[in-house]
């Protein structure tokens, strides 16, 4: 099935769900064939009224696919807004971080075919990665279904069982922040050894951005493209010697990042099992 054929029906747009949407449509979803509920839509969510996208209101006919694009926080009261879509044919594609299958089963019904998803914001200019697993109750088809619309917004993993996606969550899901926070960290030090902010800024921006874009492209291995730069005791070599001091050094401090990020996954996960 093409994106121009499917019927959609997003339960939140937020920030994720505006960056999914927006990615689809430039990729052929139709809005005359999406609905969308979001209590609070942002302008360019209202504009999209006009080229035929249903907002906040009951879709005509049954969707093809539902998607869960709200926080897990919230999710036990926005799930009940499409449970009659349960048990059926309908796909549920959830995105919340830390509401496991369990408690989507408890809300939408034991038979419903549920996918969960951890995409990252990228997925706005189609350079998203998402993780992906599904329930037993998932077809081959539906599975393939769910995999060529979140690669219709970047790149997709199948994981093997759903405990891995707590550590997803922590990598890929959380971990453009983290790329940005290091550009900030970039931006300050620049300026710290003498640049102005402007040209420090623009120095870190573009560095960041064209060393992603060359590892992609390349196809190298991250370690192989850093050899490549890091002359024996060059500047790249000092620097580099500061990033791997240990217990204070970059890949510690990676760690200990994405770590807090899996072990939040975690308990958001407990909190949404103890509400069965």
């Not at 620049?190 to 060393?211: F, M, Q």
């Amino acid at each position: 099935m093409q994106l121009n054929s499917l019927s959609v029906l997003l339960i939140g747009c937020g920030k994720m769900g505006s960056a999914l949407l927006k990615g689809w449509l430039s990729n052929g979803l139709r809005p005359d064939l999406t609905t969308v509920y979001e209590p609070y839509p942002s302008q360019w969510l209202s504009g999209l009224v006009s080229q035929g996208l249903q907002l906040n209101a009951q879709p005509e006919a049954k969707p093809d696919i539902v998607i869960l694009a709200t926080k897990p926080q919230i999710m036990e009261t926005a799930v009940p807004k499409c449970r009659l879509f349960g048990n059926g044919s309908t796909i549920f594609l959830s995105i919340a971080a830390g509401t496991l299958f369990s408690s989507l089963e408890k809300m939408l019904g034991e038979k419903t075919p549920i996918i969960r998803a951890m995409p990252n914001t990228p997925a706005a200019i189609s350079r998203g990665i998402s993780g992906i697993v599904a329930n037993e109750q998932v077809n081959d088809f539906q599975l393939a279904l769910a995999q060529n619309l979140m690669a219709a917004v970047g790149a997709t993993v199948l994981l093997e069982n759903e405990q891995q996606m707590h550590a997803v969550t922590g990598l890929s899901g959380s971990g453009p922040a983290y790329i940005f926070a290091m550009t900030e960290a970039m931006t300050q030090a620049g300026i710290d050894a003498g640049l102005p902010t402007k040209i420090a800024e623009k120095l870190a921006r573009n560095t960041v951005a064209g060393a992603g874009h060359l590892m992609l492209e390349s196809g190298e291995e991250a370690s192989a493209l850093r050899e490549q730069v890091t002359s024996p005791n060059g500047t790249t070599y000092a620097g580099q010697k500061a990033l791997e001091r240990a217990n204070t050094g970059l890949g510690d401090l990676m760690s200990k990042t994405i770590r807090a990020a899996q072990q939040r996954s975690e308990e958001l996960a407990q909190k949404s099992a103890d509400y069965e």
